[in-house]
């Protein structure tokens, strides 16, 4: 029972330190008290606060009277800010008033609404529930803050979902970091507005006809940040102000990533990356997956121990004299027979519950007569993650590793019990802080590398991620999931809503992670010349190139692009060709990074990001944009072979059912023979097919002819896109010859960007711009003057101009503005 205190004869004590509230009781003539950065005051049985982050995000903070609240939030990097803002008192009603909120708060029962400056209805509060909850001993309280959404307002966001949705209405999610979910208790409305919910505990998300929740397991209080974008960009923008900006990746790490479930020893690892030059095909990732270091006992060593890699230090400079980069797969969790965790142990920093490995034996199913003892790691313990960073650096980095790929983040939790989450860490319990653990352990390598060199980029491939994790110069992956066309299909709304959370960097396993089923019946010990996965394979790495990592990864069936064939084959063809696409993008993808991290924009684009009037991209889950040029409109389903069907738990990943889907014979198939598509085209521009120039207006659906070869793939008006020289790695051939097609039919802006492509020097301001203009009306193409510099910058160029009517022409470029008129 909540009583109800008189807030009017309290006196408060609050320290303005950022992040942190301590309220006790004070005294003031008023129903509130107006402070520097907010206002305190009470409703019904509640405190409550209003904190302001800037004119257009609040932050609302609610708990029962005669209780405090205190919080440091693991997410939020800014600070409450100073701003100007009105209040107002009618009977029972606070209005606030901001340069762009309006923000009315019912004192009696503590709910609040908000609205634009012009009186647009935003969102409006649906009150808060706090029960009582005894978390590991620890007296405190579940809470509930609900909303009211219109009916037909969409919201996206969330995370990374596997339920193959784009908007997120009609759903009841139980948010806890699993293998193939990742979660982040955000969502953004088409109305232009978000809501972070600051609780790392397992959260539910419930949206029906009655209320939009969220609801915690444990929680001093409610709080949650709400913000105003006016649009989806804004609300990113919004978002990454809060949480932080996105750091700049690597150029090579835009390039093709060539792994599997894994090379098993030194010498395996290197010819992969041999074979790939001696068939000229790009390549600039190769990954090396778990066991380096030995069997089970000596999980996540840190240390090349395996006496399959006899010489650690000879397999990087191997690799790197190929011009390739070598990733190496980290874990949350250590085996007793590991330095990190002998030394972690002595000090309590090893959790209990199980985790993978659960056997020491390589058996599957697990042998548990033979358990391996590997336990999670306190990631939340900054010793803990001195010693996690202490290891890695002796033992890996400073062999000259360039990447991190640090699976398990979320981590792995198996065979769960509730009381696993009385687990004692650091910050307390370890359902308190759940749902952030893989923030604070990549943020954790992050934060260790940066300090130990600003020479090489921090890049980091991951399996769980939360909000603010793009700080970290961190790409999350989607977990394992199934190499079937179903999982292929959720990848898309999947990516483009973890996209929405603020967090850019996404990717999935190309192929699908789990494809055994596609061994079956084949004279080869792999599946790689199975009809049915090649279909897969090609159609989801045709997806890959347009996402912001080009990764091919999985168990089972081998990836390299001479497992499917050779050249000359359509298979092999049609994979070689769009690597060389994504490579001959790079100095496309690699200006929207500088777009992503300068202006918070975004790689994948959901539709209505851009084409917000038109209604029908709503919801639509099978397109978006790449960068504000490309709309991609990859094949989600089988046209030559019989689909598979895979289901997965969605918990571990592991345990499988299977059934094939009538369709075509999987044998004798020939990828070359045309097919067609459907395909919609957003209303309020032109579209230009990339493949033929073929101009067509949008707003309508149309039938696209492919093959094996090709996706539906079209150009928006008002495009200048450069493309780069044929290499087989990122950095092989300057950009001094490049070619910008300009797609008329609107004025077109475009910021070309370089800088030295792998260390921390961009921060400094060493790096260039060179903006450029198409000018609708007179056909003119403005290449602006350079803007800064850096060393090794490219002084002078040639750019070869085409437009999609055939006209070309070549300028030499010194730095300074020209103007080209066709």
């Known amino acids: 029972m909540i009583t109800r205190i008189n807030f009017k004869k309290i006196k408060a004590y609050i320290i303005m330190a950022p992040l942190v509230f301590i309220t006790g009781q004070y005294a003031n003539a008023q129903s509130y008290k107006k402070t520097d950065t907010g206002l305190i005051f009470s409703a019904a049985d509640l405190n409550m606060e209003v904190r302001f982050y800037g004119s257009h995000t609040v932050r609302i903070i609610k708990y029962p009277a005669g209780k405090s609240f205190v919080k440091k939030s693991w997410s939020v990097t800014k600070q409450e800010q100073r701003i100007k803002f009105t209040v107002a008192e009618k009977k029972d009603i606070l209005l606030v008033k901001t340069d762009a909120l309006k923000i009315s708060i019912n004192t009696k029962n503590g709910e609040i609404d908000y609205t634009t400056l012009s009186g647009k209805q935003l969102l409006k509060e649906k009150g808060c529930d706090f029960k009582s909850f005894n978390d590991a001993g620890q007296q405190t309280y579940s809470v509930t803050q609900s909303f009211q959404l219109e009916k037909d307002e969409p919201i996206y966001g969330l995370g990374i979902l596997q339920n193959g949705k784009l908007s997120q209405r009609n759903q009841d999610i139980r948010m806890v970091q699993n293998n193939t979910w990742d979660f982040v208790p955000f969502f953004q409305s088409l109305k232009g507005y978000g809501i972070f919910w600051d609780n790392e505990s397992p959260t539910q998300f419930t949206d029906n006809i009655l209320k939009t929740s969220f609801s915690s397991e444990v929680g001093e209080g409610v709080d949650y940040y709400f913000m105003y974008g006016g649009n989806a960009d804004g609300v990113v923008a919004s978002m990454r102000e809060l949480t932080g900006n996105v750091s700049m990746s690597p150029l090579w790490t835009y390039g093709f990533w060539q792994s599997k479930e894994r090379y098993k020893s030194q010498s395996e690892i290197v010819d992969v990356v041999k074979k790939y030059r001696d068939l000229k095909v790009p390549l600039d990732g190769i990954i090396q997956d778990w066991q380096y270091w030995g069997n089970n006992y000596q999980w996540n060593a840190m240390d090349f121990i395996s006496p399959d890699f006899p010489d650690a230090k000879k397999m990087i400079t191997d690799i790197h004299g190929m011009n390739a980069h070598l990733s190496v797969s980290i874990w949350s969790s250590f085996g007793p027979m590991t330095n990190p ?17 659960e056997s020491g034996r390589e058996v599957w199913p697990p042998d548990m007569n033979y358990p391996s003892g590997v336990r ?92 603010g994790q793009q700080r970290y110069g961190a790409n999350t992956w ?345």
């Open 341 to 357: 965790y002998r030394e972690m142990d002595k000090k309590g920093m090893l959790f209990n519950f199980k985790t993978w490995p």
């Open 376 to 467: 999670v790691y306190d990631a939340y313990n900054p010793e803990a993650r001195d010693i996690y960073w202490k290891y890695l650096n002796k033992g890996v980095f400073s062999l000259g590793v360039d990447s991190w790929w640090m699976d398990s983040t979320e981590p792995d939790h198996l065979s769960q019990k509730p009381e696993d989450l009385d687990t004692q860490t650091y910050l307390g319990s370890f359902r308190k802080v759940r749902n952030a653990y893989p923030l604070i352990a990549v943020g954790g390598v992050y934060d260790h590398q940066r300090a130990t060199t600003s020479d090489k980029r921090v890049f980091i491939l991951t399996r769980s991620a939360y909000a």
């Open 478 to 822: 989607s977990g394992d999931v199934n190499s079937s066309w179903e999982s292929l299909r959720n990848q898309v709304p999947a990516g483009l809503n973890f996209t929405l959370t603020g967090n850019p960097n996404f990717n999935s396993d190309i192929g699908g992670f789990f494809a055994g089923t596609y061994k079956k019946g084949w004279n080869e010990s792999s599946g790689s010349k199975n009809p049915m996965f090649q279909e897969l394979y090609v159609r989801w790495l045709q997806y890959g190139t347009f996402t912001p990592m080009m990764r091919s990864h999985g168990t089972d069936v081998p990836r390299e692009i001479y497992q499917f064939g050779k050249r000359g084959e359509p298979v092999y063809d049609a994979i070689e060709k769009f690597i060389r696409l994504r490579y001959s993008l790079l100095p496309y993808i690699y200006s929207v990074s500088w777009d992503v991290s300068k202006n918070q924009s975004s790689f994948m684009r959901m539709l209505a990001m851009d084409f917000s009037t038109d209604k029908k991209t709503w919801n639509m889950n099978s397109e978006y944009m790449f960068g504000k040029s490309f709309l991609v409109i990859p094949i989600l389903n089988a046209q030559y072979t019989p689909e598979k069907i895979l289901k997965t738990n969605e918990q571990n990943g592991w345990d499988k059912k299977e059934e094939t889907k009538k369709g075509p014979s999987a044998t004798d198939v020939d990828f070359t023979q045309n097919k067609t598509v459907k395909v919609y085209l957003p209303s309020g521009s032109i579209w230009y097919d990339y493949w033929t120039n073929t101009k067509y207006k949008g707003g309508q659906e149309i039938e696209k002819t492919v093959n094996i070869h090709s996706i539906p793939l079209y150009i928006k008006d008002g495009s200048i896109i450069p493309f780069g020289p044929d290499v087989q790695y990122a950095t092989e051939k300057k950009w001094d010859n490049l070619t910008l097609k300009v797609y008329p039919g609107s004025d077109a802006d475009f910021i070309l960007y370089e800088d030295e492509f792998d260390n921390y020097n961009y921060e400094k301001g060493d790096y260039t711009e060179i903006p450029m203009h198409w000018n609708n009306k007179s056909h003119t193409l403005t290449i602006d003057s350079r803007k800064g510099k850096y060393k090794g910058m490219i002084e002078k160029r040639n750019f070869n101009i085409i437009l999609p009517d055939g006209r070309q022409k070549t300028v030499a470029y010194s730095g300074r503005n020209i103007k080209v008129e066709f």
